[in-house]
Structure formats: C-alpha cells, structure tokens
C-alpha cells in the first residue's frame, strides 16, 4: 500500500518530465488542493511561478488532476472537459465493477 508521500511522488515524476513546448516549466503540486478518498487521492497541480506570484499569465490551462490508487500504485490522469467530481464518480464506478 502506498503512502501519501510515495503517490505524491509519483504524480511529480509524472509533472517535471519536460514538455516540448516549455522546456524550462516548473510545476507543483497544490497540497491544499489534495483530495483524499478510501482508495487514494487526487492531486493537482500548478506553474511553480503562478503560485508564488499569482501572476494570470504564468497560470497554467488544462493541466488535468492526477489520481493514485493506493492500493494498486495506478497513475490516472484525469480529463478537463468535465468536473473533477464527474471523472472520480467515474472511476469509483469503475472500481466497484
């Protein structure tokens, strides 16, 4: 079973692998923002100069929520287009299958 601190590392592994369009971004994690359930959590994250400066042009736009199984170690990337609470209702559903 994994710990909170070992999925979080997961999902950071995951954010700093360098994006071909923005070599030098640097993202975090928004631990406020964690969602804890039963079989894991939902991170989220952000541009790194965004949360320290609160500047609107460093935000970042469909960066998609991670879960973390931690009971299995998956790594799902969820969707934009739809809530946040649509795509975990969905993989709960999925889980209970």
Same mark, same amino acid.
């Given at each position: 079973?994994?710990?909170?601190?070992?999925?979080?590392?997961?999902?950071?592994?995951?954010?700093?692998?360098?994006?071909y369009f923005?070599?030098?971004?640097?993202?975090?994690?928004?631990?406020?923002?964690?969602?804890? *359930?039963?079989?894991?959590?939902?991170?989220?994250?952000?541009?790194?100069?965004?949360?320290?400066?609160?500047?609107?042009?460093?935000?970042?736009?469909?960066?998609?929520?991670?879960?973390?199984?931690?009971?299995?170690?998956?790594?799902?990337?969820?969707?934009?287009?739809?809530?946040?609470?649509?795509?975990?209702?969905?993989?709960e559903s *999925?889980?209970?299958?």
């Amino acid at each position: 079973m994994l710990s909170k601190q070992k999925a979080q590392l997961l999902v950071e592994a995951e954010i700093s692998k360098p994006d071909y369009f923005s070599p030098d971004l640097q993202v975090e994690i928004i631990d406020s923002a964690t969602i804890e *359930r039963e079989w894991g959590w939902v991170f989220f994250y952000q541009s790194a100069e965004y949360l320290k400066s609160g500047k609107l042009d460093a935000i970042l736009a469909g960066n998609a929520p991670y879960i973390v199984n931690k009971h299995t170690g998956e790594l799902v990337l969820l969707g934009t287009a739809l809530s946040v609470e649509t795509y975990i209702e969905d993989y709960e559903s *999925r889980l209970a299958e």
